[in-house]
């Protein structure tokens, strides 16, 4: 009785809070915990077993020894590295931090990445790519109600689903979703012809002139359909460290983005199949182009602000369409998951196509509403990598724990995968480790904050 009771006020079933007793009662619990602190609090932890060992590699003798046989269950635990904040908020949190860096990068500089802050000065614009209708959908326009005569509240679970389920083009939904990244790939081809064709060159004279540069983001509307927005920006012929000429300016690259959004070469033609009519996809009529600004001027397009923007949608996926996050095995799981009706229709669209389409895999990413592309995505020069950034992490860490220069150095490891995940215990623990971490870093930033504002800005 008295343990179920604690576990109601923990807000944990006593099974739980018996697991949670377990690990805190045992001898190795602070490095256990520590382990995790070090993973961030990472929800699904990747479990390792094997050993490292470090020589002089003049003299020979050992200078580090390291094996897991000594961690609590024989078993080191990383981070999972998920980029779901719905699977992983802590590894979210890292890997949201890493994109901002890079996409700000893009836009402000950063010597230490090799992008110089000259950037700042190069024709910048930040690009909304939409899908085109499928059918009407409850909304929230900006004069009057919605269509089925409704204002809807901002939080309504409807916004976003057909006015009418039997009409909707599912299909023609999951097929757009699936061919998305080939109809990016058109739209910098063409981008680059427009380009070619204002400046009154030929496209091999352009790239003497001019690079075209680019970081961008996939998110999912309430519709479930995918839109891509992104930062596209002009450089000298050898990258960000080089000037673009003179006639290129923001305005002919609003103009330039315009053009190559609505020809007809920036178009997907998928043929018919089965009882599927033939498709011809291209972008929708919502296209929204703004110029990237440097400091606040009143407009809310600013470097630090379109970075934060696409850091926030590098996380999410189609899990909030209300779709899964993780690939369906069946069609059962929609049941017993209680999928809502809208993603429901979208996910056996998925399922329906794939036979007749196997090329697509549709089955596959069914889950992702068929969108088979990356969620983020940048041109080679447009900035830094997200694999640097995870390095220079790695580096810093290693340098706390006094590892010597890997010149002098030899190591040698063997490391193999054994499990993932925590008990449910270790996941209760963990996630308090988790949201101990998060409040530490907002007491930072509001610290950090109240340091940088102007006397007297508080009152």
């Known amino acids: 009785m008295e343990q179920r009771t604690a576990a109601t006020a923990a807000g944990l079933d006593p099974a739980t809070l018996h697991d949670v007793l377990r690990v805190a009662a045992a001898p190795d619990f602070d490095r256990w915990r520590d382990q995790v602190h070090r993973t961030g609090g990472c ?82 614009v930040f690009a909304t790519l939409t899908a085109p209708s499928f059918g009407p959908v409850h909304n929230r326009p900006d004069r009057g109600a919605c269509r089925c005569g409704t204002l809807h509240p ?41 380009l070619a064709a204002r400046a009154g060159l030929t496209q091999r004279e352009l790239k003497d002139a001019l690079r075209v540069s680019y970081g961008k983001v996939a998110e999912f509307q309430k519709r479930g359909a995918i839109h891509f927005h992104a930062v596209i920006r002009l450089d000298g012929p050898d990258g960000p460290g080089t000037t673009p000429p003179s006639w290129a300016t923001v305005r002919l690259l609003d103009d330039a983005v315009r053009a190559a959004a609505v020809h007809a070469y920036t178009t997907i033609a998928v043929p018919a199949a089965g009882d599927q009519p033939r498709r011809r996809f291209q972008w929708g009529r919502q296209l929204d182009i703004r110029p990237v600004k440097a400091f606040g001027d009143g407009s809310d397009i600013t470097e630090q602000a379109v970075a934060a923007y696409v850091a926030k949608y590098a996380t999410k996926a189609a899990e909030t369409t209300g779709s899964l996050d993780r690939r369906i095995g069946n069609r059962e799981v929609l049941d017993l998951l209680d999928v809502a009706d809208h993603p429901r229709r979208l996910i056996e669209a998925c399922l329906d196509l794939a036979p007749l389409y196997p090329d697509r895999k549709l089955t596959a990413w069914a889950h992702m509403l068929g969108f088979r592309g990356h969620f983020s995505t940048k041109s080679r020069r447009y900035s830094t990598t997200l694999g640097a950034l995870r390095q220079v992490r790695a580096d810093y860490r290693a340098a706390q724990e006094g590892h010597t220069d890997p010149d002098t150095v030899l190591v040698l490891a063997s490391w193999q995968y054994a499990g993932h995940g925590h008990t449910p215990g270790e996941a209760a623990l963990a996630a308090t480790i988790s949201r101990g971490i998060q409040l530490n870093r907002q007491t930072a930033r509001e610290a950090l904050r109240d340091q940088l504002a102007p006397e007297g800005a508080a009152a």
């Open 154 to 194: 901002e939080n309504d679970p409807v916004l976003g689903t057909a006015l009418d389920p039997e009409s909707y083009d599912y299909a023609g939904a999951v097929l757009f979703n699936n061919h998305a990244g080939q109809l990016w790939q058109r739209f910098t081809n063409r981008l680059r012809r427009e």
């Open 43 to 124: 929800s699904d932890p990747v479990h390792l077993t094997g050993w490292s060992l470090a020589k002089d590699r003049t003299s020979g003798e050992t200078l580090r020894r390291y094996s897991t046989d000594t961690e609590p269950g024989g078993r080191l635990r990383v981070a999972c590295g998920n980029r779901r904040a719905s699977r992983c908020p802590s590894c979210a949190h890292t890997y949201s931090g890493d994109t901002y860096h890079l996409i700000r990068a893009g836009l402000a500089g950063d010597e230490a990445k090799d992008i110089p802050a000259t950037v700042r000065d190069h024709p910048r």
